[in-house]
């Protein structure tokens, strides 16, 4: 006879109800939770631990986004994605020091998953090819060339690279498409909006929304303190619409003065530190800017703001000590071109058990790991036990045993001061010579 099959639920025979039971299945595996946005103070942590080398790296970060620039001007790419292809590219840059991946890469990779992201697809040998007669003008290409086939694959194995970087997280934001419908309220069409002062005012805040992806800016604030930062800026450095930028402090626009301070500054250093890197850089005197940036700086310490929002100086001390510069990376070039045939991408060598996910609703992640954690979390308990050990009989030698043992203990203990040879009956008084009674002569 077959067994009985219960027709109530498990739930129902426990006395739980269904809403208050929670499927348990297999092993979850690893989720990994990518962050919206990034500290400085967690930047500069992770940029330490992969070596980072300021002066290098400052000038690969800035000739990568302006190849990604002028890449997607030459396919007429819009502005939405080189914002999307220069966040990937300093997510990808803050991971994997320059050693291991050429910088021009890592940046052709990052538009081409860009193009894809934002619909504006565009096939890998196209940048490529574009990436190529920008380089060398006097030899044009076409992207149907097959010295294009290499680094093609090249770039595909990349882009598998970047979208474990950024968690397979496609949000992006747009800092323009607000800095416009800002822009107009700010001037709108009349006589003012058509003047030259105006025009050149919002030429310099949409070119300095370019400028701000050269900086790691984009990867700390979302975009309303951007766009403030940018309109407080050109406010300072062209003089003229500062009476209208209370207006858009208000709880539709909600952002902290501290962030939008950081952001400047962070402009403001790029400004000073590579005016002829940047689009509007090179347009004003570097007197001219570092008079504002000393204002900027004037407007922090009266506020009584610290540079860098949700700063520790406690943890800064910690990191300082657990985190240690790589020799080797720390001085060697980036010398891992992408040859022709080269298809193969180094990957992280970190271990992992089970699959790894990627989770972007962190709630969800959190009560996930607390469901599975009584269940896959080894737990010990101490159990003390009596047991009962048989002592062992001493084992029992023979007589020849005990006399050759003693024997040899008494020779190791005589420290040779016997100047006799003994013979085959031992002692001290074997000499021949002594104790004959007869066959002697006398």
């Known amino acids: 006879m077959a067994p009985s099959i219960p027709t109530e639920p498990a739930s129902k025979r426990n006395g739980v109800n269904d809403h208050e039971v929670v499927p348990i299945g297999p092993s979850p595996g690893l989720s990994s939770n990518p962050p919206r946005y990034i500290s400085e103070q967690t930047l500069q942590q992770m940029l330490r631990s992969i070596g980072y080398d300021e002066a290098r790296e400052d000038t690969y970060r800035l000739k990568g986004v302006q190849l990604i620039d002028s890449v997607r001007q030459s396919i007429s790419l819009p502005v939405k994605t080189f914002d999307t292809a220069a966040t990937y590219y300093h997510r990808f840059r803050i991971r994997f020091p320059s050693a291991e991946y050429n910088y021009e890469d ?85 006589e003012k909006g058509d003047s030259p002062e105006v ?156 699959t790894l996910r990627f989770v972007f609703d962190h709630e969800d992640a959190r009560f996930e790991r607390e469901t599975v954690a009584d269940y896959f979390d080894d737990v010990y308990e101490e159990i003390e036990e009596e047991v009962e050990e048989r002592i062992p009989d001493e084992p029992r030698h023979s007589s020849r045993s005990a006399h050759h043992s003693h024997s040899s203990h008494r020779n190791h203990t005589d420290h040779g001061w016997s100047p006799y040879s003994r013979s085959r009956h031992g002692g001290h008084n074997s000499d021949r010579h002594k104790g004959r009674k007869s066959h002697g002569y006398y």
């Open 106 to 190: 890592v940046a052709l990779a990052s538009l081409f998953v860009a193009c894809k992201v934002e619909d504006t697809i565009k096939k890998s040998k196209d940048v490529l090819c574009a990436a190529h007669n920008i380089r060398q003008p006097h030899d044009q290409r076409t992207p149907d060339d097959k010295m294009f086939d290499g680094p093609s694959k090249f770039t595909v194995g990349l882009e598998r690279h970047i979208l474990e970087t950024i968690g397979f997280d496609f949000q992006a934001q747009y800092p323009q498409k607000l800095l416009i419908k800002l822009l107009r309220k700010m001037f709108p069409k009349g």
């Open 199 to 354: 025009k050149k005012f919002i030429s310099d805040a949409y070119d300095m929304s370019i400028d701000l992806y050269k900086t790691f800016a984009p990867l700390k604030q979302p975009s309303f303190p951007l766009v403030m930062a940018i309109l407080e800026l050109t406010v300072l450095l062209t003089g003229m619409g500062g009476d209208q930028l209370p207006q858009f402090y208000c709880d539709r626009y909600p952002a902290r003065k501290g962030c939008v301070l950081e952001v400047m500054l962070d402009l403001m250093d790029l400004y000073t530190q590579f005016p002829k890197s940047t689009k509007v850089g090179s347009r004003y005197d570097l007197n001219k800017l570092m008079d504002v940036k000393i204002d900027i700086n004037k407007m922090l310490a009266g506020n009584r703001y610290h540079r860098h929002l949700a700063w520790c100086d406690k943890c800064v001390q910690d990191s300082s000590d657990a985190l240690s510069v790589t020799p080797g990376s720390a001085i060697s070039p980036a010398t891992n071109s992408s040859l022709p045939g080269t298809t193969t991408v180094k990957r992280n060598g970190k271990s992992s058990e089970g």
